[in-house]
């Protein structure tokens, strides 16, 4: 049984999906304070905070893993969790109709093993509909997520082309990840 360090929703899914037996208990850490504006940089950093933190927080008894995600817009901005309702509106409606990557880095210990891994998945999406960006606003799944990206819901019926693995876009590398685990 592993430990996911993450309070992600689409990681446990992803998780769970693939049969993984886990506990799932994120540490206390403050992405907040990461200043670079590089988003494979950003994703790293903030996942290997998280396992800094989660080592202090609950030690090394499971293998821990830890996971974060940014999206890089077509113009270079790095576009992290939305604050708000109307910062989340700002952030899709700039991936409406344009191209995005989805970076995600992740990290896997356990007592005498150590993974790392960033990857990103690149997506073309169609205009989304205003009546259905507004809806997808109100409902609040898009709190937490990367960009307020939600590929696996919202977003998967905008989808015009799309390189990479849609697990990187959820927020995990489940592919990467899988040749690792000792069952």
Partial sequence: MIHLASNSQSRALLLNRFNIDFIQKAPEYDEEQIETKT???FAY????????AAI???GLEAPLLTADSVILSADGELLRKPQNIDDAKRILELQSGSSMAIISAM????????MSDVS???YNFLEFEKEDLETYLENGLWQGKAGGCMVEGFCKKYI???HGYESTAMGLSIEKLLPWLVN
Avoid: C, N, P, W
Wanted: aromatic share 18%.
């Fill in 39 to 41: 988003a494979k940089d």
């Fill in 45 to 52: 950093i903030a996942s290997k905070g998280k396992l800094e």
């Fill in 56 to 58: 202090k927080e609950f």
């Fill in 107 to 114: 990290h896997y210990k356990t007592k005498t093993f150590y």
């Fill in 120 to 122: 990103a998945t690149y």
């Fill in 160 to 162: 015009k082309s799309v």
